[in-house]
Structures are given as C-alpha cells and as structure tokens.
C-alpha cells in the first residue's frame, strides 16, 4: 500500500468519536464509518432520491445514490494520485446526500420554508443529524457515531449561528479554518460529478439538445476530439464519449492543480492544511469553462418548464405534508408522535426529509386524496 502524504488526514491520529467506542480490528477508524454509512438506512433511501429527475420519470436517470457513487468513484480515483486517505474520501462522500429531502433543491426549498419561523432546514446539516442523531442502530448511542473527520466533511457549510449552536464539529466556520484535504476533494468531485451526469440526463430526457450544448465551449471540445476520433460517431455514443472525456479533463486538471497547490503551501501535516488557503482547486481556466456549463444547465435544463412542472408539484407536495402533519401531529407515525413531544417541528422536518420521491407522494395521497388510495 502507497504510504499516505504527511498532510493527509491520519485514521490513527483521529479526534475521535464522540461516544468511546474500542479501535476497530483490521481496518482503520475511517473504513469503519464508510462501513456503518453503507449498512444505513439513510442510505439506501438515496436509491428512491431524485437528483434532477424525480424517479417515476425514468429508470436511467441519476438518483442520489447514482450521484454518490460516482462523486465516490471520481473523488476516491483523485485520492490516490494526490496520497490522500482514501477511505475517508469515500466515507463524506457516501455520506455527503444522506440529509436531502426528497424532490431534490424543490424539496429542500419548499422544507426550508416551512421550517423558517421554526429554524430552517438545510441538507448540510441534515445529512449531519442523520449521522449524529436518526440513524437508530446501535445499542450504545443513537446515530452512527462517526469520527470528527468524517462528520467534519460531511458538514459542507454552515452559518454562524448553526456553528455556534453545533460545537466543535462547525468550529472551522467561527475560526475561518479549511476542513481536511479529502472534505475540500468532495467538495469539487460532487460539483465535477454532477456536471457531467446532468449533461447526460438532460440529453437522454430530450430536454436539452446537442446543438445548444455545442454552445457550451467545454463540451463542444470534447464533442470534437470525440468525433475526431471517431467521425462516424452519432447518437448516445457521441454523448458518451464526450462526457467521458469532460470528466477525464476535469479530474486531470483538478489533480495537477491542486499537485501544485499543496507543492506551493508544502503543507507538512493535516493540521498545517487547515491554516492555508483551499488547497484542492481547478486551474483558473477549467473554472470558468465549468461554471460557464453550470450555468448553461441552470437556464436550460434545471429552469426548463417540464422540471419546473414538477418542481412546482413537489413543493405543493412537501409543503401540505407539513402543515398537515403540525396541525395535527397524530397523522404521524408512533415513533415519531413519541419525538415530537419535544420539538414538534424539527421532528416533522425529519420524517418529510427521510421520506423518499414515491414515499411522499403516497403519504400525500394517503392524506389528501378523496378517492380510495
Ligand atoms: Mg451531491
């Protein structure tokens, strides 16, 4: 096995967990949170989570589980060039999505703004309290008890207020400190992730085309070299090869910048890395090619009217389940009815959160529809 970088995050030196639990046999401290992430049932609710595309559109569409997987696959891959840990990598990135409510940005929206007068929602955070407090697996402590470094990771951003009510784990947003080299690589391989498979999805589901993205200057070179290739080349091969080069580029470049970075800043352990600037970075052109194709899929593909259709439906959806529910708490499961006695809002905002696309939209018919369900 490769020897770690003296600034990658060091299982044996980890700050721990917060309840004590014996070091773990044959394998390190951060295998056993990706173990526990993948054994979750937060988990496997990502299957039945939409990224863009809410599930009953189409079997081939990205899910959150999908997503994570391949922000894992990219992220881990970038890991091992630059010696990082990659078991940590893959750990905040299995667990990155864990907090998002169904109907992707929509959900979460719309729950946020239920949550307003009450606290808000925000999905860094949820995915934090899955892992913290809702899992219910162990004997010993609710949640999954997951060291700092995961957890730290996991928590992406944070405002000042929720870091002060959060502790230790939400301090580098109070001291204006970088989390480890492998939470900054999540960071990116979840946005180089997405990119690429939005791309993808919005050309599979019709609602963006070849032509209009052949005036995104990142895809229409890889569209090129693809048919320089290949000149005969047409159809969903085409699409393809071309993201599949998009990524290659994007993971290249992403891994001798930030190869540059950390020579410039030598930082000499995983604490030094927290005291720099953001270590892990594209180059200043790949940036703004990347941000140039986010936002082509802002305007064409998440602002299309047939994603704004459903967009609309899922906030109508999430947020009469929520009101609903806090008018009378009774409709809620038992265990649920039990938690809400102390903070009956929060408690909503976690059952609407787990819920999966079609779980909700059942539980929505279940409450409002006349007609038997
Ligand atoms: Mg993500």
Redesign the pocket.
């Known amino acids: 096995m490769l020897e770690l970088a003296p600034y990658a995050a060091q299982a044996a030196a980890s700050q721990g967990r917060v309840h004590r639990e014996s070091a773990p046999q044959d394998r390190s401290e951060f295998q056993r949170d990706r173990d526990r992430i993948i054994h979750s049932t937060a988990f496997r609710r990502l299957e039945y989570k939409t990224q863009v595309f809410v599930n009953h559109e189409g079997d081939l569409f990205r899910t959150r589980l999908t997503?994570s997987l391949e922000?894992a696959q990219i992220a881990r891959s970038i890991a091992r060039q630059l010696n990082l840990d990659e078991d940590l990598t893959e750990a905040i990135t299995l667990a990155?999505?864990l907090g998002h409510t169904p109907f992707g940005h929509a959900g979460q929206d719309a729950l946020n703004a239920c949550m307003k007068p009450f606290g808000g929602f925000e999905h860094n955070l949820q995915s934090l309290r899955v892992v913290d407090h809702l899992e219910q697996r162990y004997g010993g402590f609710d949640g999954l008890n997951l060291t700092f470094e995961t957890r730290e990771g996991i928590l992406k951003h944070c405002s000042r207020k929720n870091a002060l009510l959060l502790g230790e784990v939400a301090e580098r947003f109070i001291k204006r400190r970088r989390p480890s080299l492998e939470a900054q690589l999540v960071n990116l391989a979840?946005e180089l992730a997405?990119n690429n498979h939005d791309v993808d999805d919005g050309l599979r589901s019709g609602l963006v085309t070849l032509e209009q993205l052949c005036t995104v200057p990142i895809f229409q070179r890889h569209h090129d070299l693809a048919l320089k290739e290949f000149p005969k080349l047409n159809g969903r091969r085409l699409v393809h090869e071309t993201v599949r080069r998009m990524i290659s580029t994007l993971v290249i470049d992403l891994t001798h910048q930030s190869a540059a970075n950390i020579r410039a800043h030598a930082p000499k352990s995983a604490e030094d890395v927290r005291r720099a600037p953001g270590l892990i970075a594209f180059s200043a052109r790949i940036e703004k090619e990347q941000l140039a194709l986010k936002q082509f899929l802002r305007i064409n593909l998440y602002q299309h009217y047939r994603v704004a259709r459903m967009s609309s439906k899922a906030r109508r959806i999430i947020t009469e389940l929520f009101n609903a529910l806090l008018s009378e708490p009774k409709l809620l499961p038992p265990d649920f009815q039990a938690r809400a006695r102390d903070d009956k809002p929060r408690v909503i905002a976690d059952y609407i959160a787990g819920m999966t696309d079609r779980y909700a939209m059942l539980e929505h018919r279940r409450l409002f529809a006349v007609e038997p369900v």
């Open positions: 997503h922000v990155h999505d979840d997405y």
